[in-house]
């Protein structure tokens, strides 16, 4: 396997999500991403020559090997390994964490993120394949600090018991209740039926999803 | 509603919202700037020996900073070691790697060479006790310590010490051997022969309870950091605080005040991380050449080679039964066998032997039990370990029983269902509290019991229809532990517990019972959780005994700072303190109404010193607190009042013992082979329910779990080379979301208060998964007429069944 010397390196602005970086995210910026956080304004100019829509590679790709990623509709650039999944690349160089490793093999649902509204393992994404799509994550769902009626479903049902499987649970809700506003508990069953909670907490997360399809 | 303002009622719990944002920080989630990552060279055999690990070339590579083998870490009596020299089953590790990513560290454990020497190995229990067989340990094949208590679940309590036991003469041809040789345990009530010429009605039967790998739904991973001051930080995944803080500090030799353990959130453990396991001790110790922090990122596959899981439990049952339905004896012999790792194979045959006489109160028994080491992974603990595994093996034999004595199956369970103080144990000594037929009553109340039973037998189609009915139990409370309670100046009570954060929403129900007991506002209530900084010690989260144990020793320091606020409050306003009442987060004058708020008397202990804000520790507690409970006091001792409490023997009379009784009705489709759960009920005795939702999530989450048991999970080792087959999820195989019951799945609490309990409240977690699993055994067994002696039933042991023309048609 190949491997370079040179650290991850993040973008600025560390783990949230909601616009640019603030003072907190810099000192929180424990990913060495503080030194291009501080500097961050340099790549302005380069940032509008980067890559197109249709992922044909901008001048910053063509000489930095970073790829612009549409994360929770920023964009990000990152470096990555030809061989690295969506879930390491946002877990360990855009310190989204609320996407789990379960199994690292599409059988648990655990890493669930949409890809232009879609739910996806991304254990088992390139992120080279996310260029010039929309990613969205569980950090992406809450608006200046309002929580998604999805969230908060889940926090009055108890839908999440140890929650680890409660981010992925709550993308494949999203996914759903995006296309059918008023499910069955059969159609939520079946939606979430990629999703493992080994805490066998399933009649909250149902429970869940009918309370926010409901509200929403 | 409940008669408390707090205890019984719902609540937004404290974690709620880092849980459905993304923020809740697991093991793996933290980040640092100048990381490694670990990972493990491992063995690819069943049982072998290192003669030699060449690390030149990981060494040279670029990247690698640290590499550690066997040699480099303390050795293991019977436990798990950190490395090993001599790995005693597949995928046990004997050196690890520290790497600036996770790639070079792939790549590194692929550059290290192990001249391995391949020794023999045995994975079938029974197999290890023919004459000749291998023995999966270099001491032996059994192991002949004490059992470890119920209580000691978290830790692995058997004592390590092991022999080499054949059956020499027995007959190995049948389900269990015949004329077996010496057990190394054996349990006596009564004279057990004398109940067997009592019974009118005799039946037999042995059934063999698999192994399943835990597989909670976060792998294990720690981060740990060890200092250039040797200060150690291990950010880990585990369910519990305080014992998992001294047990990590003991692995990697340490007292517990150099280590600072943390786990805020921990994705499931279900038993697996009740305390420290060994792969807390390998970043560990990686950190401890390069001074900077390590990660092991633990992945999936690991989990089933050293993530713990259920030991084999294979049981012969004889029970005896009365005109009555009563029973007059049973007798049972059973084989358990924990893996290579673990000497609790015997924890796991006392725990299920204490369970059964917990359930079934039989006139006479005899229990023998002879544990085994083989060479698989460590199997210990796992929700209900042994309880479960007896309640899934006892199910079909007490159905069939009563079906051969002309009774119904549930007037057997209610006949010998335990009286409120009724024995239990080795020992025969009382509960604190039972209330199982009252659980089995209302599941046959919830389920309709006699409709089910009508439809019993019938078919529809190609599917066949069957009831069944089980129970299962769990010692649920211990005593002799801490509690600590802080009363800021700006008010604020704070509960200073040493649980852990394993999902069950018990260290909120704590804080809970402690609000209640103060008379403070929720509102300005804090848990702290997730550090060993400020926990008081207290047992693991596991065994079922949190709400209990931890409950009772933080109530008892929540009535410590009620007698304290009391005295202040007379100190400030006159008066004794006897005339004062808590409420409203207020100290009240019974009859003048006159008032200070907790943040004045706050300030009027900082004021007044001494015991007030543990300047001066109680002479009561100099000797009985645990010193790490004191020292987790610290940054508030003389800051705040600071209240401590510790339970004791005097709180106690009996094992607290907590139940559930399911029914369950399931269809066999005799085409497909295909078992669908139906309908289930699953009653509690739990005592008091301190928080009905996280009730329920425990019940049904349990349920869910024991119908995975009894249909789908397992663990299966090739027996020629001792490789383990099913190593992934979907051939293990937890039960998704469209796996465990079509209809409706009934769940209910009985609610009776135990004497002893905190506010009543006995424990839940565990009892619930061994009842579904039973229930639906009995129901299989009840649609089809026969009984399965080898679990999960699969649809391809089904269709073995119809095809041999076993099955009622
Ligand atoms: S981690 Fe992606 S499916 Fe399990
Ligand atoms: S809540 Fe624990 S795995 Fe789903």
Known sequence: MSTTDVPDESEPGGSDDSGGPSRRDIIKGTIGGTLVAANAYLFNNIRQTSAQGDGTPGV??????????????????????????????LRSKLGLT??????????????????????????????????????????????GGQLHPIQESFIEELGGQCAFCTPGMIMSAKSLLEENGDPTREEVKDALEGNLCRCGNYENEIESVLTAAERM | MSEHNYVGNDFEVPDGRAKVTGEAKYADDYQFDNLLHAKTVKSPYA?????????????????????????????????????????????????????????????????????????????????????????ARPEGNVPTGEAGGEGAEGQGGAEAAADTIKWENADFSGDFPEDPGDFTMEWNWGDVSEGFENAETIYEDTVKAQPQPTNPMEPRSTVAEWGTDGHVTIWGSSQSISLTHTGVAGMIEKPPTEVTFICNFAGGGFGSKGTAYPQMAVPAFLSREVNRPVKIRGTRREEFHWGNGRATYIARTRVGLDGDGNITAMEIDAVGDAGAYSADALSTLSSGFNSLTQCWQPETLRFRGIGVFTNTPKRWPQRGPGQNQAALAIAQVIDEAAKQAGLDPLDVCLQNSPENRGPAGAERLPMTSAYLGEAYELAAEAIDYEEKRARSGTREGSKVYGVGIASASHQSGYIGFDGLVVVHTDGTVEVRQGAGNLGTESFAAVARMVADTMGADWDDVEVSWGSSDKSSFTLGQFSSNTTFTEGLANVKAAETAVQYLKELAAQELGGTADAYNVENHEVVHGQSGESISFAEAAQAAVDAGGKYTAEEIPEQYQESLVPLTIAAASDAVGQGLVAFGKSTGEDLDGFVTSFAGAIAEVSVDLETGKVVVEEMANYNDSGTVIHPESFKAQVEGGAIQGIGYTLFEQYRHDQDTGIPVNTDLYKSKPPSIHDYVSGDLHVGAVGEPDPFGPFGAKGVGEPPYGAASGAVAAAIKDALGTSFSEFPVTPDKVLEKVRAGEVDS
């Open chain 2, 47 to 135: 049982h072998a020996r290192a003669r030699s690990i060449d690390t030149s070339a990981a060494e040279a590579m670029s990247g690698v900073e640290a590499v550690i083998t066997h040699e480099d870490v303390p050795d293991a009596a019977i436990g798990e070691p950190v490395l090993a020299e001599e790995p005693l089953t597949f995928g046990y590790p004997v050196a690890a790697v520290a790497a600036t990513d996770e790639y070079t560290a792939a790549a590194a454990v692929e550059a290290i060479e192990v001249d391995w020497e391949v020794l023999d190995h045995v994975v079938d229990p029974i197999e290890t006790l023919k004459p000749g067989s291998p023995n």
């Open chain 1, 60 to 89: 910053r790709e063509r000489f930095s090997n970073q790829l612009k990623l549409t994360v929770n509709g920023r964009e990000r650039f990152v470096r990555v390994e030809d061989q690295e999944r969506l879930a390491e690349t």
């Open chain 1, 98 to 143: 609320g996407t789990k490793f379960g199994c690292d093999r599409a059988m648990c649902g655990a890493c669930t993120v949409q890809i232009e509204g879609d739910p996806i393992y991304s254990c088992t994404y390139f992120t080279k394949d996310a260029v010039g799509k929309e990613v969205t994550t569980v950090e992406g769902l809450s608006e």
